[in-house]
């Protein structure tokens, strides 16, 4: 069902969803947390989408925030909320509700969002595309206890990531880290595998991709040895290599679709590593509210330490590498490292290195 609301407010937007759930038969509320996504136009139909379908898995209270401030005075000094109310198999499996604030309203976002959360439930706070600077100190931010960015949708992601190291605060997090799961699985799962010291690892894949960056920085992090990053034409993470004290560890992805793992001492297998849709993310995020620590960890571990080693202006992506070196007192490990928590680093990280302007990709 359906329901349109012009020139609006929040008490009636309540109204409206009560008066939608009695008219398909729904009074009572089933819904466990409320996703609230800030986009723009061009970005709400696909985060809209994304965020129905992983609500299948995560029934929920969808509140969509578009901001149209205006562009000339008359329009920047009016206050206007529209929205329109989706109950049933209009939006999944909860409810939905897209708010349209013009003019001044665009600026107190919070105040129209605050009376229609729901009751005693988490709350999730998505910024699809373009994200504040400090999510956690963002109005709409401080409601929530989880707070989703995609350092993918930005002109520069290795700069994106230094600056999420920079303003994290407990239940930050970002799709470019959620797109690297399946990949942290695996190669955690090959190292348990195969007990060896490590010595260096490389990590293959598209350039401006900030989840090839973190896969990159994770690996460094945990076992404590340099990881070359070379630039491949994707698509996303095309491939990891361990190398170790008995031989080579291979995860290779040429298609996006499956992967190849090579170990020493055992034949080379086939495995499952698809890339996913927006909507498998969220639903992943969704899964924990708590703070995530090992991407704390990694994050903070710091872009900074990516150094150039390779030739700059080579015509082939492939020469093109970056090293990540781990700290002067760190020693290397072995599987374990792999999967255990570890302390971030004393010294402060260092400001991320800049790249060239480009847009990152799923991984």
């Given amino acids: 069902m359906r329901i349109d609301l012009t020139d609006t407010t929040s008490s009636r937007i309540n109204a409206g969803l009560i008066e939608a759930r009695r008219a398909i038969g729904t009074p009572a509320v089933g819904m466990v947390l409320t996703l609230v996504i800030v ?67 665009a600026n107190h976002a919070e105040s129209v969002v605050l009376p229609l959360l729901l009751p005693d439930a988490p709350v999730v706070v998505w910024w699809p595309e373009e994200s504040p600077d400090k999510p956690a100190e963002d109005p709409l931010g401080r409601l929530a206890q989880r ?22 605060a407990p239940g930050d997090t970002d799709l470019a880290w959620t797109r690297i799961t399946p990949w942290r699985s695996m190669l955690a799962a090959a190292l348990d595998q195969k007990h060896s010291r490590i010595v260096s690892a490389t990590v293959e894949g598209e350039a401006y991709n900030p989840s090839t960056e973190l896969l ?25 290599q361990l190398v170790t004290a008995d031989g080579e560890i291979r995860l290779d992805r040429a298609d996006g679709l499956l992967a190849e793992l090579a170990m020493p001492g055992q034949p080379d297998r086939h495995v499952a590593l698809k890339r996913r849709e927006t909507s498998e993310l969220i639903a992943e995020e969704l899964r924990r509210l708590d703070p995530d620590d090992i991407y704390r960890s990694t994050v903070k571990f710091g872009v900074g330490r990516l150094t150039d080693s390779g030739p700059q202006d080579s015509a082939d992506p492939v020469e093109s590498i970056e090293v990540i070196t781990p700290a002067k007192d760190a020693k290397p490990a072995g599987a374990a490292a792999a999967k255990a928590p570890a302390k971030a680093p004393g010294k402060k990280a260092a400001p991320a290195k800049k790249a060239a302007t480009g847009k990152g990709t799923s991984s």
Avoid: C, F, N, Q
Avoid at 39 to 46: L, P, R
Avoid at 147 to 166: Q, Y
Avoid at 232 to 237: H, L, Q, T, V, W
């Fill in 147 to 168: 707070r989703i960015t995609d350092a993918a949708a930005a002109e520069d992601p290795v700069l994106a990531l230094g600056e999420r190291a920079a303003a994290y």
């Fill in 216 to 240: 990159a920085l994770w690996l460094a992090d945990r076992l404590k040895v340099s990881v070359e990053r070379k630039v491949s034409d994707g698509p996303g993470i095309t491939g990891v």
């Fill in 39 to 105: 986009t723009d136009e061009g970005s709400a139909y696909d985060a809209l989408k994304a965020a129905s379908d992983a609500s299948r898995e995560h029934p929920s209270r969808i509140l969509a925030v578009i901001k149209r401030p205006g562009r000339s005075p008359r329009d920047r000094a009016m206050a206007r909320l529209d929205a329109e109310v989706l109950v049933g198999s209009d939006s999944g499996t909860g409810e939905t509700v897209v708010l349209r604030m013009h003019g001044e309203l």
